[in-house]
């Protein structure tokens, strides 16, 4: 999404989002939802943020890609593991480009870091 736009929770910012994005951000929010049963979904600064104790999981579009962001740093072996699946890379999160399918073993490896 180029700016951010007022949204009331996940599924409005997902059908706000680029149709290209769209299928991504629903992948994402389904296998946090389904590998964090007991994080509470909010919205904050107008993105989706899941809260899990005193962690969290984040997503957002944007015009190229789609970053899936966690509290915790990523550790050496996942950072590894999303660069052979051909994401890029922080220290906190991955980007999924928007012409590639959502590598689920890297997802549910991030996510296992805030567990």
């Keep these: 999404m180029p700016s951010r736009i007022p949204v009331t929770?996940?599924?409005d910012y997902i059908s706000k989002a680029a149709p290209a994005a769209q299928p991504i951000l629903s992948t994402l929010a389904?296998?946090?939802?389904?590998?964090?049963?007991?994080?509470t979904?909010?919205?904050?600064?107008?993105?989706?943020?899941?809260?899990?104790?005193?962690?969290?999981?984040s997503i957002a579009a944007y015009k190229a890609?789609?970053?899936?962001?966690?509290?915790?740093?990523?550790?050496?072996?996942?950072?590894?593991?999303?660069?052979?699946a051909g994401l890029t890379t922080g220290q906190k999160r991955v980007n999924i480009p928007l012409d590639q399918a959502v590598p689920t073993d890297v997802v549910k490896a991030v996510l296992a870091l805030i567990k």
Excluded: C, G, M, R
Excluded at 30 to 39: C, D, F, G, K, V
Excluded at 41 to 57: A, H, M, S
């Design 65 to 84: 890609h789609v970053s899936l962001s966690i509290s915790a740093d990523l550790t050496p072996d996942v950072l590894a593991q999303a660069k052979e």
């Design 41 to 57: 979904p909010k919205i904050k600064w107008n993105l989706p943020f899941y809260d899990l104790d005193k962690k969290y999981v």
């Design 9 to 11: 929770d996940t599924a």
């Design 30 to 39: 389904q296998l946090i939802t389904t590998e964090l049963p007991t994080a």
